[in-house]
């Protein structure tokens, strides 16, 4: 892991998201959570199992965290698709350690 100090959730979505575990990544999502990602808006357990595996398992997305501040977190983010590394911002909600809204946009 990084040596940026990471809350518990956001470290676990850092780290469930490099192993490529969909179902891993999956648990680290409270119930009712939304993901926001690419300008579509993620709301249900079949939607975020979806994303998941569309968005971050299939390309085999790597996060390299760069900063954290606030609830935001800046990433250098690179895996199997055109153009990367590219860098962007993760805003996360969490409760009890887990996410409840998370937020993504390139920057």
Known sequence: MSAIALPKAVENFVTTT???DGESLFAVFAP??????????????????????????????????TSFDDDRLLASIDGEFPGGPLTFAFTFATKDDLITNLLIEAV
């Open 18 to 20: 490099n192993t490529h």
């Open 32 to 65: 009712g959570a939304t993901v926001v990602d690419d300008g579509a808006t993620y709301a249900t357990e079949a939607e975020i199992r979806e994303w998941i595996k569309v968005h971050q398992v299939d390309p085999k997305i790597v996060i390299t965290p």
